[in-house]
């Protein structure tokens, strides 16, 4: 078995058995040992799922990044090793970047003799609920790092295709909750109480004005409400209603004002309407801002490579992998893995043909950006 229908075996077995954000405990066995077994050497970071590994010597240091954790969707894809666990999945392809930094990491052990630095390797746990990078951040994973790489696959980008960006590639990730109490009535007399069905109404309403009349049409934002919860029957006027949703934004002055503005409009419409109000804002991660430098490099290596390379759109979606950003250069960039199904698709998967060149590439991009830090600190 040569090392790219290895990589592809080990891939199913992962895919076989997802686990969840901060559960990923078998997922964290199994990688572990297959480092161990190809002689990387595991560093001792106190982490409950995980693994953090390292390859070479010496300064300078760059990581490569990997995401492990699964989703609780139920799988109904084509996949020939579709999920054995009952209500978890794959779904967002996190097998797939496993496996690229596992095969990258088996590279580089082979040629670790060419290595002109450190290659850190993060098998980062609880992507999908955001904490994960924070974790890793906490236990010390990022001293002496100078860059930081991470990406993503790209189910609708062909295989052999690369795309980053400079700046924001990925948005800033935030969650709010809208809670309104009222006075309940019969539906027949509504004069009787004060209506959250109503409220709740006008402030869904009015939202969708503060990015249309509030934020410069040459900036991007999105301000969703996605869940509403009130009432018990059909002629019953309810004491309360919840509101949840999401914003999403690049910049940060636009994240504030947004934040700034639906407070401003929940209380002044909740109170117009005589009802009280309650507004909690969840901050989630940052955007992922990508250092031009490390763009411009990586995909410049990815064309030395074969891959036929895009300067591609921001997109809304998040990724923590903004929090390694906040504290080092470094780049985010898509790996095209070519699925008719979209990310968190119960029957999303990936083109297994993507994940040698994948990992072809990340070893190389580590090599070569090692040799590049090198001759900058000499020429300093």
């Not at 190809?38 to 990997?66: C, F, M, Q």
């Amino acid at each position: 078995m040569n090392l790219e229908e290895k990589l592809i075996s080990l891939r199913r077995e992962l895919h076989q058995h997802p686990e969840l954000s901060g559960e990923e405990f078998q997922t964290t066995q199994k990688l572990t040992a297959w480092l161990k077994e190809a002689g990387i050497r595991i560093l001792p970071y106190d982490l409950k799922t995980g693994v953090v590994a390292e390859i070479g010597h010496g300064s300078p240091v760059i990581a490569l990044r990997a995401d492990i954790d699964a989703l609780p969707i139920e799988e109904n894809s084509e996949a020939v090793c579709p999920s054995l666990e009952k209500g978890k999945m794959h779904a967002c392809g996190h097998d797939f970047h496993a496996t690229v930094l596992l095969g990258a990491a088996l590279l580089l052990k082979q040629n670790e003799s060419r290595l002109v630095g450190t290659v850190r390797l993060f098998f980062q746990p609880a992507e999908e609920n955001y904490s994960g990078a924070l974790q890793l951040i906490k236990a010390g994973v990022l001293n002496d790092v100078d860059v930081v790489f991470g990406f993503h696959n790209a189910p609708k980008m062909p295989v052999g295709e690369f795309g980053t960006c400079h700046g924001a590639i990925m948005a800033n990730v935030d969650r709010f909750e809208i809670n309104l109490a009222g006075v309940g009535a019969h539906a027949a007399y509504p004069e009787n109480g004060t209506d959250v069905i109503v409220a709740a109404s006008e402030i869904i309403n009015s939202l969708q004005t503060i990015v249309s009349r509030n934020i410069s049409s040459h900036d991007s934002a999105i301000v969703s409400v996605t869940r509403i919860n009130a009432g018990s029957g059909w002629n019953i006027l309810p004491e309360k209603a919840e509101l949840e949703g999401t914003v999403r934004t690049f910049d940060a002055s636009i994240r504030k004002e947004i934040q700034r503005r639906m407070r401003d409009l929940v209380y002044y419409l909740a109170k117009a309407m005589d009802v009280g109000a309650q507004f909690l804002w969840h901050e989630g991660p940052p955007a992922v801002i990508n250092t031009p430098y490390w763009s411009d490099f990586s995909a410049k290596i990815a064309r030395q490579f074969g891959y036929v390379t895009h300067n591609v759109t921001p997109q809304n979606g998040g990724e923590d992998f903004a929090h390694y950003l906040h504290h080092r250069p470094g780049v985010f960039f898509h790996i095209g893995t070519g699925s008719p199904q979209s990310l968190h698709h119960p029957g999303f998967n990936i083109d297994e043909k993507a994940i040698f060149p994948a990992a072809e590439y990340y070893a190389l991009l580590a090599e070569e950006a090692l040799k590049d830090l090198k001759n900058t600190q000499a020429s300093a």
